[in-house]
Each structure stands twice: as C-alpha cells, then as structure tokens.
C-alpha cells in the first residue's frame, strides 16, 4: 500500500488538489457565505491531520518493510523472523525502482531481516571484512529512527559480536561481546556490504551471509 502512494505521490497530489479545487469553485457559486465552513472544516483537518500523519507515517511505511520481508522475502521466499538474508546479486539502475532495498547504487548487496526481541536478545555476529565498507543499519518501527549502526565508520571492520536487547532486559552480557540496547522489541535490519567488481561478487556475498543472528545463549 505504502509503496503505491510514495510510486504515485504526485500524481494523487494532483487529483486531491483538483478535488478540493473543486469543491471550492462549487461553494464560491452558491456564495462567499459557503467558504467559511469550508475554511473552518480545512483548518480542523490540517490542525488534527497534520500531527496525526507525522506520527503514523513512520510506523506505516517501516511495518511496510516487515510484511514485505516476513511475508515476501527479498528474492528467494519470506525470510523468518530474527533472521538476516543476503542478496545473492546487485542492483541494477533498471530494476531499482522496484526492489524493497534497492536505492539506485550499483556497488552494494543488500542485507535485510525482522528482529522480534520479546523472547530475549539476539546475538549479532559480523566477520573480518579487512577493510572493506559494510554497514548494518538499525531501525527502531516505533518512530522510523536508526537508532545505531554496525559497519566500518562505527565500530570498523574487525570481526565482532553485539548483543541486541530489548527495552528493560536486565540479563548479562556475555564476555567479548557489545550491547546495543533497542529503544523497541521491534528492529528492522538493512545491510549493505560493498561489491568493487565483478570478481568480487562472490567475496563480497560471502561476508554479507556471515552476518548472522542468533538467540543468546544458543552459542553458549
């Protein structure tokens, strides 16, 4: 749904606008006198519309991700709950427009999963990329914020692990590994590891399906 209204954004601009246009030529001919409730009801809605749209549209569009990604999957089927899945291939310029991950670029796979943390923290192990960009962006579905990144300009590209705990977990934190408290039990994960040629497409998805998540305490 979200991605039918941001596809055609202006064009059901347009038909709103034409829409209140007209309804507005319509009071104008019965008299200036049927402007004014039709100005007081367009202030209301704006005064309630407004705030109400800001604070919705976040939880709209990202709760989008999350039935596309549990539902659809990214290329290859729906993609578990508290699992990251790996594109295989990059993004070509044409096909851009229409993938969930894609935003135009080339030089990127995409990395993408649902986190639910209700039933404790989920481990999130990251290989040795020698250097090579990578970042894993986490989002919280209450607001649309990222609330924290994993990746080369973050915590560098050494191989690591970090503990994703929900809000008010109070458990211990296992030796060697980073806590990264989410504000949600909600987390959307996108990924991106670099791909500089070709040839090293095979590398670049090697490392991008070492991403991996798993239930603390399943690794001992």
């Given at each position: 749904m979200n991605y039918l209204i941001?596809?055609?954004?202006?064009?059901?601009?347009?038909?709103?606008?034409?829409i209140f246009a007209w309804?507005?030529?319509?009071?104008?001919?019965?008299g200036w006198a049927e402007i004014v409730p039709l100005a007081i009801a367009a202030g209301v809605v704006w005064v309630l519309g407004a705030p109400l749209f800001?604070?919705?549209?976040?939880?709209?569009?990202?709760?989008g991700y999350k039935r596309a990604i549990?539902?659809?999957g990214l290329g290859e089927g729906p993609v578990p709950v508290n699992t990251l899945?790996?594109?295989?291939?990059?993004s070509s310029p044409s096909a851009a427009r229409g993938s969930l991950l894609a935003t135009g670029t080339d030089d990127v796979l995409y990395v993408g999963g649902w986190l639910d943390l209700t039933k404790g923290p989920q481990l999130l192990h990251v290989p040795d990329?020698?250097?090579?960009?990578?970042?894993?962006?986490?989002?919280?579905p209450a607001d649309g914020a990222n609330f924290a990144y994993v990746g080369k300009r973050t915590t560098g590209t050494a191989e690591g692990d970090y503990l994703l705990s929900g809000p008010g977990w109070k458990g211990t934190v296992p030796e060697g590994v980073t806590q990264i408290p989410s504000p949600s039990h909600a987390v959307l994960v996108i990924g991106r590891v670099f791909v500089g040629s070709e040839s090293d497409l095979p590398v670049a998805y090697g490392l991008a399906r070492q991403m991996q998540l798993v239930p603390l305490g399943v690794d001992g």
């Open positions: 941001l596809k055609y954004a202006y064009p059901l601009t347009a038909v709103i606008l034409a309804v507005a030529y319509q009071r104008i001919s019965r800001i604070y919705l549209w976040p939880r709209i569009t990202v709760n549990v539902k659809r899945y790996a594109v295989p291939n990059t990329t020698a250097g090579r960009y990578y970042s894993l962006q986490l989002t919280n």
